[in-house]
Nanobody
């Protein structure tokens, strides 16, 4: 059974930091591109940043470049998102995604974790 479970969200003041984690199981983690998406109220889902199976970081959203860092641990089967200098516009549900194309597209999602940036 595939599972992606996000944690680490919460309420933080502008300028603060949070570290999100996504624990996974049920698939060969090291072979998947892992990404963080976010969805703010009333808006569509936005790709924040991804990291491929080779550990190359891809697809940084311009709005988070220089502030957010993604990393993966292929032993623990986790992916993390370090978020610094948070802004109110970063408020959203953050979702973990695992994706691999192997004859068919394999696309797995977590349930999300809420991040609220407010004073």
């Amino acid at each position: 059974q595939v599972r992606l479970v996000e944690s680490g969200g919460g309420l933080v003041q502008p300028g603060g930091s949070l570290r999100l984690s996504c624990a996974t199981s049920g698939f060969t983690f090291s072979r998947f591109t892992m990404s963080w998406y976010r969805q703010a109220p009333g808006k569509g889902r936005e790709l924040v940043v991804g990291i491929n199976s080779a550990g190359v970081i891809t697809n940084y959203a311009d709005s988070v470049r220089g502030r957010f860092t993604i990393s993966r641990d292929n032993v623990k089967n986790t992916v993390s998102l370090q978020m610094n200098s948070l802004k109110p516009d970063d408020t959203a549900v953050y979702l973990c995604n695992a994706r691999r194309f192997d004859i068919v597209l394999l696309d797995y999602w977590g349930q999300g974790t809420q991040v609220t940036v407010s004073s």
